[in-house]
């Protein structure tokens, strides 16, 4: 029996995405949606404007396409702007990346040239291997969230804007421990007042947007709004949050991968993983404190979707190892290793190898557009809080306390594609089957 479904504001005039990072991912992501709405490509990897959803029985072939089916905003309705260190407009920081082509960077240079970034909320401390002269300066934390809630809100009216969504695209801060600053709304105020080392740079952006009630997603794995403060102001003022870290590359293939070798019951003895790439991103990530934020969101998958105490016999003894080497030769073009040393029948080894030449933008430029798209659906739902049906695209997703993530990639998709049905009072779809054979 359906649902009744869950009030939806249409999506009516513009949307603003605000990316705090103007480097190869957001830039990749701006020239990708300017050449799709300009009729140069397709946007492919982006389920919000690509994929299929089924509703009801097979027997009843409904598939719409996911855009058509839940009040998305649509391409053309879309403002980019951002934050970024340096002060070169998205034209130059795409020929910077060397992501893209120049010919096809061409073909909408007048659209990137005039999207200009602001100024950053930016600390070396917390990013070592970057620096820029494109930054704010204030007499505490709290007053650079102020100037960013002004940017926010300055950056609404100028374009005209209905609403706002911010997607993190940034570089990986430097891993932050546990601080009882975190603890409380108040005493996380408190600590931006008093510049205390445990708010980082990308948490005064998660404070901005949820103060000025702007849904925010986190594209890194760093610490951002993931902490009971953030949280609880998400809730508060009834504002979305998701994160964290795209999954693009090898922890995409990992949730591919282990799901299959769980699901037959195969053993795992070993999983190493070795990744180079020149970019920026590989650039940040050769710093240890920075790689310690990664190596905790790329090692996480694997733990949770093997369930080593429940399946002590097949993955009790796992050892798994990431490396991530920086070589300014491949740029963007990362290179992502796996070897698995796994078991079978009686014992017997094998292994799998897997090479995957990717490239890191082309692979997080849909999701961070879908992930701009969704929260925004998602606000408009009156979706509060985390998100956690947007697990799909995170490698390390965020989600209410006491719970465990979710991160075997193809329950994720079912979880996501079961809220958007839920949303529109559908039936959810169980893949039971039973009732085709009564």
């Not at 591919?256 to 019951?265: C, D």
């Not at 105490?309 to 991530?324: A, S, T, W």
């Not at 985390?386 to 990639?409: A, N």
Request: proline content about 5%.
């Amino acid at each position: 029996m359906a649902e009744k479904g869950v009030p939806i504001k249409e999506p009516k005039g513009k949307l603003g995405i605000l990316l705090p990072g103007l480097g190869a991912v957001g830039s990749t992501m701006i020239a990708g949606v300017e050449m799709v709405r300009n009729g140069y490509a397709r946007p492919i990897g982006s389920l919000t404007q690509m994929a299929t959803i089924r509703l009801g029985k097979r027997t009843e072939d409904r598939t719409p396409m996911i855009k058509d089916f839940v009040p998305l905003a649509n391409l053309d309705d879309i403002v980019f702007g951002g934050w970024d260190i340096f002060p070169v407009n998205v034209y130059e920081s795409a020929l910077n990346a060397k992501v893209l082509t120049k010919d096809d960077l061409d073909k909408v240079k007048p659209q990137l040239d005039a999207i200009k970034p602001m100024k950053a909320v930016f600390d070396k401390k917390y990013v070592k291997r970057l620096d820029g002269p494109n930054k704010k300066v204030g007499k505490n934390k709290m007053d650079l969230a102020e100037q960013l809630m002004d940017d926010m809100a300055n950056f609404k009216k100028e374009n005209n804007l209905d609403r706002i969504v911010i997607v993190w695209s940034g570089s990986t801060e430097t891993y932050i421990e546990y601080d009882p600053v975190w603890d409380t709304l108040e005493s996380f105020e408190k600590a931006m007042r008093e510049n205390h080392d445990a708010i980082s740079s990308s948490m005064i952006y998660a404070y901005a947007a949820l103060k000025s009630g702007i849904p925010y997603a986190n594209g890194a794995p760093h610490m951002t709004h993931d902490i009971p403060a953030l949280e609880e102001l998400a809730k508060k003022n009834n504002v979305a949050i998701a994160g964290k870290d795209f999954k693009t590359g090898q922890t995409f293939m990992k949730t591919l991968l282990a799901p299959g070798l769980k699901a037959r019951m195969l053993g795992v003895h070993g999983w190493f993983s070795t990744n180079i790439l020149g970019n920026r991103d590989g650039e940040v990530l050769d710093e240890p404190l920075s790689f310690k934020s990664k190596e905790v969101t790329k090692l996480s998958a694997l733990e949770y979707i093997f369930q080593p105490k429940k399946n002590p016999e097949l993955y009790g003894d796992l050892y798994h190892k990431v490396r991530i080497n920086y070589y300014p030769p491949i740029g963007d073009n990362k290179e992502a290793w796996d070897n698995i040393d796994i078991f079978g029948w009686l014992g017997y080894p094998m292994q799998i190898k897997v090479d995957f030449l990717c490239r890191d933008s082309i692979l997080a430029a849909p999701v961070a557009l879908d992930l701009a798209l969704f929260i925004d659906l998602a606000q408009r739902a009156g979706m509060s809080g985390i998100q956690e049906w947007l697990s799909f695209y995170f490698k390390s997703p965020i989600v209410g306390k006491g719970l465990y993530p979710e991160h075997d990639i193809f329950i994720q998709l079912m979880k996501l594609k079961n809220t958007l049905r839920h949303l529109k009072g559908e039936d959810l779809i169980t893949h039971l089957g039973l009732e085709y054979y009564d």
